[in-house]
């Protein structure tokens, strides 16, 4: 069975700096891309950031470009996000899936709000 469950979420000001990280289980991160996506209130959930776990190739979407970074952990089959500078309009619910094609039922996702 598989199962996606992120963490780390919280309140943060303009500014500052968060990680959030997805454990996958039930299925092996390594024999996909995986990437992370958001959904904000009133919008449809967007990919952020994507990395081919095969060769650690990355894509940024131009809003989170050069602030955010994906990694993963295959030994520990976690996909973390780093997030620099973060911006009130980064505030969503973040979470983690395949990134291409079809997805694996989504877990619960971790709030990310930025305020001050």
């Known amino acids: 069975q598989v199962q996606l469950m992120e963490s780390g979420g919280g309140l943060v000001q303009p500014g500052g700096s968060l990680r959030v990280s997805c454990v996958a289980s039930g299925f092996t991160l390594a024999d996909s891309a995986v990437g992370w996506f958001r959904q904000a209130p009133g919008k449809e959930r967007e990919g952020v950031a994507y990395?081919?776990?095969?060769?650690?190739?990355?894509y940024y979407a131009d809003s989170v470009k050069g602030r955010f970074t994906i990694s993963t952990d295959n030994t520990k089959s976690t996909v973390y996000l780093q997030m620099n500078t973060l911006k009130p309009e980064d505030t969503a619910v973040y979470y983690c899936?395949?990134?291409?094609?079809?997805?694996?039922?989504w877990g619960q996702g971790t709030q990310v709000t930025v305020s001050s």
């Open positions: 990395i081919s776990t095969g060769d650690g190739a990355t």
């Open positions: 899936n395949r990134a291409n094609g079809w997805k694996y039922p």
